[in-house]
């Protein structure tokens, strides 16, 4: 079964603008009313939709030069693209979350709820396990280890 057109839209923002880091497909992406409910720790507010956005993979790609996202699932209702994603990144960049860089690799996930409008992301609430990514990053605990697949399911 072929992707929905909103999931591609999404597809596009982690491949494109978070695992490439090109800012340059931020304006076909996201609508200009966008609001970012949860916006990660560190970003200017008040700035442009481009500029809010583009500080996204800036920060992250910023502290982790070898950052990768990879889309577990996602489900798509109502316009509304929820989201469940794996991010790793070995902390060897720029500070992030008032740590220095470690060194360290890093394993977390993040659930997201996207709303598309006329092919664009208008909206966007979020949960990043910023507490597990924080505590591998001062080494009090190991990468978390993906999940199976369904796992807890059946």
């Keep these: 079964m072929a992707e ?18 090109d800012i340059s497909v931020i304006d076909e ?20 939709v481009h500029d809010q956005v583009a500080g996204i993979p800036h920060l992250f790609r910023g502290a982790f030069p070898d950052l990768k996202f990879t ?41 997201g709820m996207f709303r598309i409008q006329d092919g664009k992301i208008i909206e966007h609430y979020g949960q990043p396990d910023l507490l597990g990514l924080r505590e591998q990053l001062e080494g009090k605990s190991s990468p978390a280890q993906p999940a199976a697949p369904n796992a807890g399911e059946g």
């Design 29 to 48: 992406l996201f609508h200009p009313g966008y609001t970012d409910h949860t916006a990660p720790p560190g970003l200017p507010p008040g700035t442009s």
């Design 4 to 21: 929905s057109a909103n999931k591609q839209v999404y597809r596009r923002f982690v491949e494109e603008v978070i695992n490439r880091g």
């Design 71 to 111: 889309i577990e699932s996602m489900v798509e209702q109502d316009g509304w693209v929820g989201t469940r994603v794996q991010g790793e990144g070995t902390h060897t960049g720029a500070p992030f979350m008032g740590l220095e860089p470690s060194g360290r690799k890093a394993v977390w996930s993040s659930f």
